[in-house]
């Protein structure tokens, strides 16, 4: 049967890995059906990604500054520049109120959003179409069922960045590598709580030096990640090179790209390397890594967050949304078991 679904818009607003898991469901339809028209609508802090060196979006997208508009002025100008549009299909991947308020102001047919066991904020009262549960509690499936509901079965996500030389190169050039094999140590997420130790960290950076790796320190400009990177390498006497605060999003994902192995915490780094096919050691304490993990590498995860859950629980079986209240619960990764996870991806990924 001929699917009438002709047209789709994806929306996500935030935050940046699951911007990038969304990708991942926006660009394999724009891939994987030719005559299918997929837009992309995500907050402008995140876009610079999905925008290649030519200032070309990798599928046709729209952004919206919610921070510095507000959710009613970015609603009318994502209005204005879609007014002649209607698509078949809205996909709105997130429960918040400002995103369902946003979606009021793209024009489709069929609205659809999570059923009862996912939705939030009032989502129903946004929304024509209820998009059924997966078994999978992962984000990501949790967006392609939006696919299959619509009648796009089987699909699988699919990034492509369209890294071009001089980005490729760039990221050469910033890595310096020395034509060793590169460790990359992206140490910190959006929240302090879900970052591991600066001395499990130093510990990975100095047995991976030991092992012959490259080391690289990854992170964003702001102060505390920073310092953060600093005083990772401040432990290995400097024998890292700390890019941290020095790449665009663009160029992340480019020296990523160039990486043998990451380790990170819940983060944008992680759906990054993930999605490039990089092997990365997700560390999970706060929030479930079958809900949020990298989608491609759960094999080489470190978690401790099923038995500190089920403790503060007092025994019972945490939900697979809830959260992890004890902010230091990180520290309990151990060492060892990260090393472990480095071994096991050498050997599995032939690293």
Request: aromatic share 10%; net charge positive.
């Amino acid at each position: 049967m001929i699917n009438p679904i002709k047209s789709v818009c994806v929306l996500r607003l935030s935050a940046l890995g699951d911007c990038i898991n969304a990708f991942g469901l926006a660009n394999a339809l724009h891939e994987t059906y030719k005559d299918l028209d997929v837009h992309f609508v995500v907050d402008k802090r995140f876009s610079s990604l999905f925008i290649d060196e030519n200032g070309q979006p990798l599928i046709p997208m729209d952004t919206v500054d919610i921070k510095k508009l507000g959710v009613l002025k970015a609603g009318y100008q994502l209005y204005k520049n879609l007014k002649t549009t209607k698509f078949n299909a809205l996909f709105n991947l997130q429960t918040s109120i400002k995103s369902s308020i946003l979606s009021l102001f793209i024009k489709a047919k069929l609205k659809y959003g999570y059923d009862a066991q996912r939705r939030r904020e009032g989502q129903l009262l946004f929304i024509n179409r209820q998009v059924k549960s997966p078994t999978n509690p992962h984000v990501l499936a949790g967006f392609l069922a939006f696919a299959k509901q619509a009648g796009f079965d089987d699909l699988q996500p699919s990034w492509n960045y369209k890294l071009s030389d001089s980005e490729l190169a760039t990221a050469d050039k910033l890595i310096n590598s020395g034509n060793k094999k590169v460790f990359a140590i992206a140490p910190a997420s959006a929240k302090k709580a879900k970052n591991w130790t600066v001395e499990g960290y130093s510990k990975l950076a100095m047995f991976a030096l030991s092992k012959g790796f490259h080391v690289i320190l990854l992170g964003s400009n702001s102060e505390y990640e920073k310092s953060l990177c600093e005083s990772i390498n401040k432990n290995t006497n400097d024998k890292c090179v700390n890019l941290c605060g020095k790449t665009s999003l663009r160029i992340l994902a480019a020296v990523i790209s160039k990486t043998s192995l990451v380790l990170s915490p819940d983060s944008a780094a992680m759906h990054l390397a993930s999605s490039q096919k990089v092997p990365v050691i997700g560390l999970f304490a706060i929030h479930n890594p079958d809900r949020v993990g990298a989608w491609n590498y759960r094999d080489i995860e470190v978690s401790v967050y099923k038995q500190v859950a089920t403790k503060e629980l007092q025994g019972k079986t945490p939900g697979w949304r809830y959260r992890v209240h004890d902010e230091n619960a990180m520290q309990q990764i151990q060492v060892g078991d990260v090393i472990s996870a480095f071994n096991k991806a050498c050997e599995k990924y032939g690293i």
